[in-house]
């Protein structure tokens, strides 16, 4: 598992992108769960934000493409509008501890 930050950094209803290793990925939070997903786009294979760590719609409910406008349910990754629809995201498993998240890759 590797250490992402801690768990304060990541605010109810936000996103935030990281660099692992190499690897692009992004974590929500959505009601107090934590999710982990690729940032790379089914569609197009691009990065997902529209500007640092912004990965989410304007109402914070679903992860928005800023390329193409595609819209996936943040807690599973699942396509429900846009060119990738029926497509999702590539979840990555992650958990939450008193020392913050963690990701695996």
Not at 33 to 59: K, M
Not at 64 to 86: N, R, W, Y
Request: contains cysteine; glycine residues 10%; negative net charge.
């Amino acid at each position: 598992m590797k250490f992402l930050c801690p768990s304060q950094a990541l605010a109810p209803d936000s996103s935030l992108g990281f660099d692992v290793d190499g690897r692009k990925l992004f974590a929500v939070r959505r009601e107090g769960v934590a999710y982990f997903y690729i940032n790379r786009c089914p569609h197009r294979g691009v990065p997902l934000e529209w500007q640092t760590d912004q990965f989410l719609d304007p109402s914070a409910s679903l992860i928005q493409c800023a390329t193409h406008g595609a819209l996936f349910l943040i807690e599973s990754g699942e396509c429900v509008a846009g060119p990738c629809a029926g497509q999702s995201l590539t979840a990555l498993p992650g958990r939450e501890d008193e020392q913050g998240l963690w990701v695996q890759l």
